[in-house]
């Protein structure tokens, strides 16, 4: 486990050396929430730990989500979607790399972008676009959106006897803010 936390502790600092050299903005206290109708009782959770670096020049962002750092209304559901669903352990994080397209980085105000990339989760890759909806006053990106995701995509098992009282698909919504701070 010690390992783990080392080698996530420079990679976080090399993403930050990346992002002062590079011009590029960094957030890492972005939100990433998820809601999941069920028949029995809704679950909803929220992480607002999120790192995320983008770089405007090439139009480009990457995110890391701790999965433990979401948050839920009842200790119970925590405990199952780190030791049952998400296996927390064995993937402490999910990913994403993606391209913002036709991105105007000069622009002030909102413009509607799709990002397409890859997001790992539960040690599973999926391409994705996501509508974007981006923001930039005053020196500070805005970027939101919501996307939902097929829980058979990322191999997450949930028991025969539950499948009923667990929803197939999983909305997630995303913000994240970011500054100038980390800029040259």
């Known amino acids: 486990m010690l390992r783990i936390k080392t080698v996530l502790f420079f990679l976080l600092v090399s993403c930050v050396s990346h992002a002062q050299e590079a ?3 960094f957030t890492r206290q972005g939100t990433v929430t ?3 109708y069920t028949s029995v009782e809704n679950i909803k959770a929220e992480n607002n730990q999120v790192l995320s670096i983008i770089d405007p020049s090439k139009g480009e962002i990457a995110v890391s989500i701790l999965m433990r750092a979401f948050v839920f209304e009842k200790a119970l559901m925590e405990e199952h979607f780190n030791e049952s669903y998400i296996e927390s352990d064995l993937y402490p994080k999910a990913t994403f790399q993606g391209n913002i397209q036709d991105f105007d980085a000069s ?4 413009q509607t972008k799709m990002i397409s990339g890859n997001l790992t989760l539960h040690g599973i ?8 909806n981006i923001n930039r006053v005053n020196g500070v990106y805005t970027f939101s959106g919501e996307l939902e995701l097929l829980v058979k995509d990322f191999n997450i098992r949930i028991p025969p006897i539950l499948s009923p009282n667990i929803a197939k698909t999983i909305m997630v ?12």
């Open 23 to 25: 011009g590029s903005f």
């Open 34 to 36: 998820f809601f999941s």
């Open 107 to 110: 622009g002030v105000g909102s």
């Open 125 to 132: 890759t999926k391409a994705i676009s996501i509508k974007t």
């Open 173 to 184: 919504k995303f913000s994240f803010e970011y500054d100038e701070t980390y800029e040259n």
